[in-house]
């Protein structure tokens, strides 16, 4: 698992994604190829704002074995400023988590490995002051 978190490196810790200069499309995680243009347009790295509002959540109650002191915790769709949607961990209160509320990206600890303890950093997504 290490080495994939060392090839998702530019996505996880610095929340770059890909442009299509032909459509302007933007996505996340980055792509070789526009779905929309094929093989028309170029795609080229964007630094994303990771501001946003939830687009929608669920909060899990029967986490996978990596995340069960974390439970139950939210994870949800993210509609960012530059039009892209991104999944992401929610670092809110259960009863304050809302569709349309305002987030931006913060860089946490996601999970820690287990006897190996290695600890693997990324972005959640925190509530903003309106």
Request: charge should be positive.
């Amino acid at each position: 698992m290490v080495v994939r978190t060392w090839r998702h490196m530019q996505e996880r810790y610095n929340l770059i994604g890909k442009k299509c200069t032909t459509c302007g499309k933007v996505y996340f995680p980055s792509r070789k190829v526009c779905p929309e243009c094929r093989r028309k347009g170029e795609m080229e790295d964007i630094q994303l704002s990771g501001k946003g509002i939830v687009y929608t959540y669920s909060i899990v109650r029967a986490p996978p074995k990596d995340f069960q002191k974390e439970s139950p915790y939210i994870v949800g769709i993210i509609a960012l400023e530059e039009g892209t949607k991104i999944t992401g961990q929610i670092d809110c209160d259960l009863d304050k988590i809302e569709i349309g509320m305002p987030v931006q990206t913060e860089f946490r600890k996601i999970k820690e490995d287990g006897k190996s303890g290695v600890i693997s950093y990324g972005y959640k997504f925190v509530p903003t002051v309106h």
